[in-house]
């Protein structure tokens, strides 16, 4: 069984920082994409960054700049730092991950999700 755990998230002020932290755990042979998620009331996740086992890096354009993913291949994590935080980033954050337990094919992996809110 693949468990993905963040952590990481809470309040903070316009322009402030925040990194999240997104650990996988159970039986995993290999890890490809991984990719953190946001979602706000009435809306749809939205994708806002992501990373390939080959390090290669996508973000949404609202995000560009300000938002680095990055990946500990050792450890099974993966991070979202967040820099010049504005009230819009405010949303639940959840990270996934394309992840392939021994003797299985890959699957969707989703964490629980960690509030993200920014306000003064």
């Known amino acids: 069984q693949v468990q993905l755990v963040e952590s990481g998230g809470g309040l903070v002020q316009p322009g402030g920082s925040l990194r999240l932290s997104c650990a996988a755990s159970?039986?995993?042979?290999?890890?490809?994409?991984m990719a953190w998620y946001r979602q706000t009331p009435g809306k749809e996740r939205e994708m806002v960054a992501r990373?390939?086992?080959?390090?290669?890096?996508s973000y949404t354009d609202s995000v560009k700049g300000r938002f680095t993913i990055s990946r500990e291949n050792a450890k099974n994590t993966w991070y979202l730092q967040m820099n010049s935080l504005k009230p819009e980033d405010t949303a639940v954050y959840y990270c996934?991950?394309?992840?392939?337990?021994?003797?299985?094919?890959?699957?969707?992996?989703w964490g629980q999700g960690t509030q993200v809110t920014v306000s003064l």
């Open positions: 996934t991950g394309v992840i392939r337990a021994p003797g299985r094919v890959y699957s969707d992996y």
């Open positions: 159970g039986s995993i042979a290999s890890i490809e994409f």
């Open positions: 990373i390939s086992s080959t390090g290669s890096t």
